[in-house]
């Protein structure tokens, strides 16, 4: 089944990265903390890693989009505010994959079930459209088919090229995991079959101090209403009208990106949605609501009925215990 998947940061949370509020907070934290050691941050970058703390402050921003969107024309403020993002989410990044079981997991049940089919072209009837800089999904595909023993390297090669070309970061993220930098490839020549040695030591790159990485990183976000975004927006909208299901998970219907996706062309009568809401805050439901007119509690999903197209259907649960005890993607 044609399936789409879209990620809020609700949905890489159980990885240890922030929500979007958390980000703003950890941002202010590190920026804290990281400004006392000179072997972070140059002296001479410190006045500005004061002053996008101040800024953040003092404009309570709902998000860190909104917040680079709204700070686009003060150029330090937005590269600064790039650069602190990728800083915050390197620092999660370490051991970020190394927790509980997780809902990733139910994408590698789906590779799993196209290699045992032997059909790697159903690998393309999931696409995933993230709002999230973190590369947590792309290193858990990664570190699950080096497992894999009965593959071999140019099978895996293959398999991951088909999958992670199906995710799609409408802001960017750190870095391309489809083709890592120059740089990477001078240092490891060999680097299509070093993939997993390269991510897990992205930010420790020799010769590279850890705040050229982060600037470096930080250049690969984008901003709401940036011109690069164009082809993006128009990819992430075909896969969703393309799609028989659609899994909003972790995503928290900020007008902007609502827009983004065309979300207020939602429901059609020919797709069915399930949505996850974790704890129910009202403000979010009511947004959920005013898409889904219909929307239905995550009871009648009891016994893993799907449910009619057209309607969605809503979880309280985190994404990983909704995916576990309600409704998984994988057929």
């Known amino acids: 089944m044609r399936t789409t998947l879209i990620l809020g940061a609700g949905a890489s949370v159980h990885c240890g990265f922030p929500t979007g509020p958390g980000l703003l907070d950890a941002i202010i934290r590190y920026s804290s903390i990281l400004n006392f050691f000179e072997g972070f941050y140059p002296l001479r970058e410190r006045s500005k890693i004061s002053r996008i703390r101040r800024v953040i402050r003092d404009q309570q921003p709902p998000s860190i989009d909104f917040f680079l969107k709204m700070n686009r024309r003060d150029a330090e403020v937005a590269a600064m505010g790039k650069h602190m993002v990728a800083t915050t989410l390197l620092i999660k990044q370490i051991g970020a994959l190394r927790g509980e079981p997780n809902w990733y997991g139910a994408i590698v049940q789906f590779i799993l079930d ?51 070309s199906n995710v799609l970061h409408v802001y960017g993220s ?101 949505v996850t809401n974790f704890r129910n805050p009202l403000k979010v439901r009511e947004k959920i609501i005013g898409f889904f007119p219909h929307a239905v509690h995550e009871n009648s999903l009891a016994g893993g009925r799907m449910g009619k197209p057209g309607t969605a259907y809503i979880s309280v649960r985190s994404v990983n215990k909704a995916l576990e005890t309600e409704h998984s993607f994988v057929d």
């Open 174 to 274: 750190l870095f391309d995991f489809l083709a890592p930098p120059d740089e990477y490839k001078k240092e490891f020549p060999d680097w299509r079959t070093r993939r997993l040695q390269i991510f897990n030591s992205a930010v420790y790159r020799k010769g590279s101090s850890f705040f050229a990485e982060a600037r470096r990183f930080g250049n690969n976000i984008r901003i709401i209403g940036d011109p690069d975004t164009d082809d993006v927006v128009r990819k992430a909208r075909e896969w969703i009208a393309g799609a028989e299901q659609v899994f909003i998970l972790g995503y928290g219907f900020h007008a902007d990106n609502n827009e983004l996706l065309g979300l207020n062309a939602l429901p059609t009568k020919d797709q069915f949605y399930f």
């Open 114 to 164: 196209c290699i045992e089919a032997g059909d790697l072209k159903r690998l393309d009837d999931l696409k995933i459209v993230t709002f999230n800089y973190d590369l947590s999904i792309e290193g858990f595909i990664l570190r699950a088919l080096h497992s894999l023993s009965f593959l071999c390297e140019a099978e895996r090669e293959e398999i991951l090229m088909r999958v992670v």
